[in-house]
């Protein structure tokens, strides 16, 4: 395992060389006119069409390049970067049936329009350059609201019309009584007004679309925080009272989409969640007996980690607020799971959001989550991992959009949003947060 912070804070210390990018940093992609070699000590790697990244690893000497590269970055000819083995230790072997191996994922739309627009209201030329970079970074079309449906035919229609393999990646997440937790993102079915009934047809909707375009591939993250609030929250009676309704409708996703070939991610929180050392073994019980119950299907592929969180993947410095967590890293986290799920039958494989997780030892406690101030977008989407039981970093969560609303008077007012670390005043849930934005873009790490 590489030490990421370490090495992070490391090259900080050392001034910039122009001609070579730093560790971390972008070194070839689509559109890329920047340097296209890496500091000594780390080596270019594709990480999709768009960036390729400086990773930690012995550089190749540039003549060699095509004969090392390794597979399992998604590698693309229209990329402009050279994927090089990296040092023993932080290569990954593809574990078969990563989806996200060799394959273009999808830009959505959706967000790239959101970057468009908060780019013009920045008036710093520097600051607006780096920000009009991130509509270039794939995040997930989060479908978390029946409205939004119809957008993703669209979607499947542009990748489709794009050729060769496209993977578009969504969120489900439209449970009935959705976030029982907390407050910030109830959704718009409840179980009392046919709310399961109508989560069916939301499900069935998707698939129908899905299904018009079987050359595309699909990857789903499948209800952010359910399952894990089932784990942990079942002493909420929000919770325990939708418990039956999450498991039939969470088992009706994964059926349904699986039929369809879609892949998908049960969310399981994150280390500082589920990764406390009494909470693993229950949840590796929930989760491989949620994939029995919908059949084992091979499309299950496993569990993704950290969505909409700021934990680093890995590191060798924790935040003093992991404070008796053994786990105090994604890293960690997920190979304490792996074992315990395999034991049970799931032969799980991880994807692990890291849009937010560029700067650590943020929060006052491990359990914020709302628009924690001083977050930075983090390590971009790679299929270098630095474990086979990951198949990909991903973000899930479109930066910039709001995570709850600091007004007090909201019906979907959360008291974590007014929070000392949450910045404030924000917005409703989901919709655009643009000094929050801007500081995500500010505090990016690695560099816009
Ligand atoms: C309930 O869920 C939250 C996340 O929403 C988690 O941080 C917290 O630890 C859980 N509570 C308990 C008592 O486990
Ligand atoms: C806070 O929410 C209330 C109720 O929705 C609304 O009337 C008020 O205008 C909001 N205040 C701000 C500052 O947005």
């Given amino acids: 395992m590489f ?43 594709v990480s999709n069409p768009y960036y390729s990244q400086c990773l930690p690893g012995a550089a190749a000497p540039p003549s060699s390049s095509s004969s090392s590269s390794v597979s399992h970055s998604s590698s693309s000819s229209s990329a402009s970067g050279t994927a090089t083995s990296s040092a023993p230790g ?44 991130v509509a270039s970074i794939p995040t997930f079309i989060w479908l978390d609201s029946v409205s939004k449906i119809p957008s993703l035919d669209t979607y499947m229609a542009d990748a489709e019309s794009m050729g060769g393999c496209q993977l578009v990646q969504i969120v489900i997440y439209d449970l009935p009584n959705r976030d029982c937790h907390a407050k910030a993102s109830n959704g718009e079915f409840t179980i009392a007004n046919n709310g399961v009934a109508n ?44 418990q039956t309704a999450y498991l039939t409708c969470v088992n009706y996703a994964l059926k349904q989409l699986s039929s369809v070939n879609v892949i998908s991610y049960m969310d399981a929180g994150h280390a500082g969640w589920l990764g406390w050392a009494s909470n693993l073994g229950p949840a590796a019980q929930l989760f491989a007996q949620v994939y029995k119950n919908a059949g084992s299907p091979p499309q299950v592929r496993g569990l993704a980690t950290d969505v909409s969180n700021y934990n680093a993947l890995t590191t060798n410095s924790p935040d003093p607020i992991t404070q008796g967590d053994a786990c105090y890293d994604e890293m960690l986290y997920i190979q304490a799971l792996a074992p315990l799920l395999q034991q049970q039958g799931f032969p799980a494989s991880f994807i692990v959001d890291q849009s937010r997780s560029g ?34 970093i991903v973000w899930v969560k479109p930066g910039g959009e709001c995570d709850g609303t600091s007004n007090s008077s909201s019906a979907r007012y959360d008291s974590s949003c007014s929070q000392s670390d949450a910045l404030q005043p924000a917005p409703e849930a989901g919709t655009w947060f643009q000094t929050y934005f801007v500081d995500l873009v500010t505090n990016a790490n690695p560099p816009l």
């Fill in 3 to 45: 030490k990421l912070a370490a090495l992070a804070s490391l090259l900080a210390l050392v001034p910039y060389v122009s001609a070579q990018s730093q560790l971390y940093g972008q070194c070839g992609g689509m559109g890329w006119t920047g340097p296209t070699t890496c500091v000594s000590g780390s080596s270019c790697v």
């Fill in 90 to 133: 932080t290569t990954t072997t593809p574990t078969a049936g990563n989806p996200f191996a060799n394959c273009n994922v999808y830009l959505s739309p959706y967000y790239a329009n959101e970057i468009n627009a908060a780019v013009a209201q920045i008036s710093d030329a520097t600051t607006a350059a780096k920000a009009a970079k």
């Fill in 199 to 242: 989560y069916e047809n939301y499900i069935d909707q998707i698939v129908a679309i899905i299904k018009k375009y079987p050359t595309v591939k699909v990857v789903a993250v499948i209800e952010p925080d359910s399952l894990a609030n089932l784990v942990t929250n079942l002493s909420d009676p929000n919770c325990a009272n939708a």
């Fill in 359 to 392: 700067v650590q030892n943020i929060r006052t406690a491990w359990g914020d989550w709302c628009n924690v101030k001083g977050a930075g977008f983090g390590p971009r989407p790679s299929t270098n991992t630095g474990s086979s039981l990951i198949d990909s």
